[in-house]
């Protein structure tokens, strides 16, 4: 009885089927795995033609290599980098198409490093001479989980007019709600017991309320001696 072996292009039709439905590149990758086993696409390559039909690029076929060194876009790395920022320069070339040594250096241009395994952006490192002016408006510290960068999310705030302040990645030590609300909640749990989840939202949602707001002013007030303790570390994680 004869095996089908499928080929890259029957593969990728595949995913641009489960495109289409909306899955993610990680659930096609997952289902090729269950369905033809070695045969799969690895992860990178279902990311990569991922991210070449949300540019409308739908052609299956490779395309012709001309002579000339492969070029991308700014956009397209941050693109990937948004999409996982735990890809090594190695799988970044190989889904730009160009040799690690390029990646690295568009990455110091954008100012990228890497934190724990992941690459962030060195943006502590960054003066902001605005900050000294103090205007009559919002200035969010926004961090940048999924849901919290979704386009209609930014949109939203761009009409909000609100100055925006990027909170890099894995960061708990400079977010107010991780090292004073938090924090000071989980002194507050400690050696307690709740028997259901009514019981637990009621003690959280009383000691919330037991807070004035000298209690939340503090935590925010002492993110610039926080900042600058990163900065001075050169960008070292602290509790």
Same mark, same amino acid.
């Given at each position: 009885? #004869?095996?089908?072996?499928?080929?890259?292009?029957?593969?990728?039709?595949?995913?641009?089927?489960?495109?289409?439905?909306?899955?993610?590149?990680?659930?096609?990758?997952?289902?090729?795995?269950?369905?033809?086993?070695?045969?799969?696409?690895?992860?990178?390559?279902?990311?990569? +033609?991922?991210?070449?039909?949300?540019?409308?690029?739908?052609?299956?076929?490779?395309?012709?290599?001309?002579?000339? $060194?492969?070029?991308?876009?700014?956009?397209?790395?941050?693109?990937?980098?948004?999409?996982?920022?735990?890809?090594?320069? /190695?799988?970044?070339?190989?889904?730009?198409?160009?040799?690690?040594?390029?990646? /690295?250096?568009?990455?110091?241009?954008?100012?990228?490093?890497?934190?724990?395994?992941?690459?962030?952006?060195?943006?502590?490192?960054?003066?902001?001479?605005?900050?000294?002016?103090?205007?009559?408006?919002?200035?969010?510290?926004?961090?940048?989980?999924?849901?919290?960068?979704?386009?209609?999310? @930014?949109?939203?705030?761009?009409?909000?007019? +609100?100055?925006?302040?990027?909170? $890099?990645?894995?960061? $708990?030590?400079?977010?107010?709600?991780?090292?004073?609300?938090?924090? #000071?909640?989980?002194?507050?749990?400690?050696?307690?017991?709740?028997?259901?989840?009514?019981?637990?939202?009621? +003690?959280?949602? /009383? +000691?919330?309320?037991?807070?004035?707001?000298?209690?939340?002013?503090?935590?925010?007030?002492?993110? $610039?001696?926080?900042?600058?303790?990163?900065?001075? #570390?050169?960008?070292?994680?602290? @509790?």
């Amino acid at each position: 009885m #004869s095996i089908f072996v499928p080929n890259k292009v029957y593969l990728r039709g595949i995913l641009l089927h489960y495109f289409i439905q909306k899955k993610s590149a990680a659930e096609a990758h997952r289902i090729l795995v269950q369905t033809y086993d070695d045969n799969a696409l690895s992860d990178t390559t279902c990311r990569d +033609w991922f991210r070449r039909f949300k540019n409308n690029d739908f052609e299956l076929e490779d395309k012709e290599r001309s002579g000339a $060194p492969k070029k991308f876009q700014d956009k397209e790395l941050e693109q990937l980098l948004d999409e996982d920022p735990s890809q090594t320069l /190695s799988e970044l070339g190989k889904i730009l198409q160009v040799d690690e040594s390029t990646v /690295s250096k568009r990455l110091k241009g954008l100012g990228m490093i890497q934190k724990q395994g992941h690459w962030v952006p060195r943006a502590l490192k960054e003066k902001r001479p605005l900050y000294a002016q103090r205007h009559d408006k919002v200035i969010l510290l926004h961090d940048n989980a999924r849901p919290h960068v979704a386009k209609p999310v @930014k949109t939203y705030l761009e009409t909000l007019k +609100w100055e925006v302040l990027p909170h $890099p990645l894995y960061s $708990p030590d400079i977010a107010p709600s991780d090292f004073h609300l938090f924090r #000071s909640m989980a002194h507050g749990l400690a050696d307690r017991r709740f028997h259901s989840y009514e019981e637990a939202q009621k +003690w959280i949602d /009383s +000691w919330i309320a037991s807070k004035d707001m000298s209690f939340f002013r503090r935590g925010i007030h002492v993110l $610039p001696e926080r900042w600058e303790k990163v900065v001075s #570390s050169d960008g070292q994680y602290f @509790k």
